[in-house]
């Protein structure tokens, strides 16, 4: 489902180079979910941003459901990952000026559809975000961003979740809530990708890797 092969990033600035991500290889099967866990600066985000069409490595390989989003143009490359995967941000990247609902409708473009419509209420009722359907993202707790940003990347029900520290804002029942469902969702046959520094998440896992200074040092 999704596979990555001898990867490496390397970001060149106007400062130093700094290598984030080392020969990194990992492969996550359609109903696994995988936690990547490491500290801050390991490159779990750049990891993430990579698989997620995102970030071109350096060098190395991403493959998603077969395809090599990097082969494609840049639009055919966003039309192949927006379908193919939900993204869930480390910084919500929320429209500030939407609502909740609308938020959670953006990847549905324009207008939007009743069968959006209703996939949006149905995932603000499970986030428990119906009571703040039209506030706009300042009105909202952090976690409630975060829901809101979880509710989004399910929007189009995506095969595959890549979620970069979920539960970083949320508190034990709400962080409980999150990765439950994360948890049903690759039960249901998804493929779930999570990034975090915290271990406690590893426990919902099936499979846990450790990142450290841009290496695999643990499986
Ligand atoms: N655009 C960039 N240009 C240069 N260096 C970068 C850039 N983005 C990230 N880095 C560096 O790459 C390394 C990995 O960063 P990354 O954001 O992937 O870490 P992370 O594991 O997600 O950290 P955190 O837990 O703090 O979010 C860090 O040393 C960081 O300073
Ligand atoms: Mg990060």
Known sequence: MLEVKNLTKIYTGRRNAVTALQDVSLRVKAGEFAVVQGPSGSGK???LLTVGGLLA????????????????????RARFCGSAMGFVFQQFHLVPYLNVERNILVPSIAIPS????????????????????????????????QRVALARALLNTPKILLADEPTGNLDAENAEIVLNYLVEFADNGGTVLLVT??????????KAICLHAGHIVSE
């Open 45 to 47: 985000t750049t990891l």
């Open 114 to 145: 009743n069968q959006a419509r209703k996939r949006a209420q149905a995932l603000m009722d499970h986030f428990h975000l119906s009571e703040r359907a039209h506030h706009v993202p300042s009105e909202l707790s952090t976690g409630e961003r």
């Open 57 to 76: 490595p350096t060098s190395g390989s991403v493959s998603i459901q077969g395809q090599n989003p990097y082969a494609l143009s840049p639009e055919r």
């Open 197 to 206: 520094h915290d271990a406690h998440s590893t426990r919902y896992a099936g």
